[in-house]
């Protein structure tokens, strides 16, 4: 959040796409930046206005727009920055090159797209810490597991699985610059969220002991962006620059 914070100033336009309840959008908006939000979700738009609103914050937004990230139709190149954060781009499963494409689309060259997804190996790295004999037994219901081996580098998890919340597809870091690469964009950074801490671990523990916890955030910090760590986290982080 603070580097994001930090590449924003004063009537930088931002498209939030995916926006949720609109945790960004109100910490850009907060920081001068003039923000579009876009979600698929009506539910999820009402919630962000009510509560950019309660913020007094709605000035500054330029418009609520229901959409599908795969389809941005209506928006040109027209985004200094363009968000697209937790998860969207892993809820559009074998749609997400379209949906890479279309962000790209609509930043300015020169511009940034900033965004998260779910990570293929740190997910898998957490099936030793959290479970049970019996997900890996049947695993094959809930992940299409052909392409977790050959390298194509993403890999889906099946719709009716009762283990996902909802169908998504999971990302190696490679499989995510490649994709921005061919969309038009050079990648700036590629990181892990949560490298070192998993589902699993004794974290209220460590929260109890602030010492403990200042620790871990900041190895977790130092870490994130290390070749070695960029596929251990449960989400990847990409911030590609628009040639
Ligand atoms: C986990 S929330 C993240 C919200 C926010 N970006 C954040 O990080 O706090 C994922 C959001 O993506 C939205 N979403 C899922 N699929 C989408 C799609 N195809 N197009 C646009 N938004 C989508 C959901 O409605 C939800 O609001």
């Given at each position: 959040?603070?580097?994001?914070?930090?590449?924003?100033?004063?009537?930088?336009?931002?498209?939030?796409?995916?926006?949720?309840?609109?945790?960004?959008?109100?910490?850009?908006?907060?920081?001068?930046?003039?923000?579009?939000?876009?979600?698929?979700?009506?539910?999820?738009?009402?919630?962000?206005?009510?509560?950019?609103?309660?913020?007094?914050?709605?000035?500054?937004?330029?418009?609520?727009?229901?959409?599908?990230?795969?389809?941005?139709?209506?928006?040109?190149?027209?985004?200094?920055?363009?968000?697209?954060?937790?998860?969207?781009?892993?809820?559009?499963?074998?749609?997400?090159?379209?949906?890479?494409?279309?962000?790209?689309?609509?930043?300015?060259?020169?511009?940034s797209v900033i965004a998260s997804v779910m990570s293929l190996y740190g997910m898998l790295k957490l099936i030793g810490i959290l479970d049970v004999a019996s997900f890996l037994?049947?695993?094959?219901?809930?992940?299409?597991?052909?392409?977790?081996?050959?390298?194509?580098?993403?890999?889906?998890?099946?719709?009716?699985?009762?283990?996902?919340?909802?169908?998504?597809?999971?990302?190696?870091?490679?499989?995510?610059?490649?994709?921005?690469?061919?969309?038009?964009?050079?990648?700036?950074?590629?990181?892990?969220?949560?490298?070192?801490?998993?589902?699993?671990?004794?974290?209220?523990?460590?929260?109890?002991?602030?010492?403990?916890?200042?620790?871990?955030?900041?190895?977790?910090?130092?870490?994130?962006?290390?070749?070695?760590?960029?596929?251990?986290?449960?989400?990847?982080?990409?911030?590609?620059?628009?040639?």
């Amino acid at each position: 959040m603070k580097q994001l914070l930090g590449v924003v100033s004063p009537g930088t336009r931002v498209l939030d796409a995916g926006c949720g309840p609109g945790r960004f959008a109100i910490a850009m908006l907060r920081a001068g930046a003039h923000v579009t939000l876009a979600d698929i979700s009506s539910t999820q738009l009402d919630i962000t206005r009510e509560k950019i609103s309660e913020a007094r914050l709605l000035d500054r937004v330029e418009g609520f727009h229901r959409i599908n990230i795969t389809n941005l139709t209506g928006f040109g190149e027209e985004f200094d920055i363009v968000v697209c954060y937790g998860g969207a781009l892993s809820y559009v499963r074998d749609r997400h090159r379209a949906a890479i494409t279309e962000l790209v689309r609509v930043t300015k060259p020169g511009g940034s797209v900033i965004a998260s997804v779910m990570s293929l190996y740190g997910m898998l790295k957490l099936i030793g810490i959290l479970d049970v004999a019996s997900f890996l037994v049947d695993m094959e219901s809930h992940w299409e597991l052909e392409n977790i081996p050959n390298g194509t580098g993403y890999a889906l998890t099946r719709s009716g699985s009762d283990e996902f919340h909802v169908p998504f597809a999971l990302f190696s870091a490679k499989h995510l610059a490649d994709t921005f690469e061919e969309a038009g964009c050079g990648v700036v950074t590629l990181a892990s969220a949560n490298p070192l801490s998993a589902g699993g671990m004794e974290m209220q523990r460590i929260s109890a002991n602030a010492g403990a916890a200042s620790r871990l955030l900041d190895l977790e910090l130092a870490l994130c962006d290390r070749p070695e760590y960029v596929d251990s986290g449960e989400h990847l982080i990409i911030v590609a620059q628009k040639r």
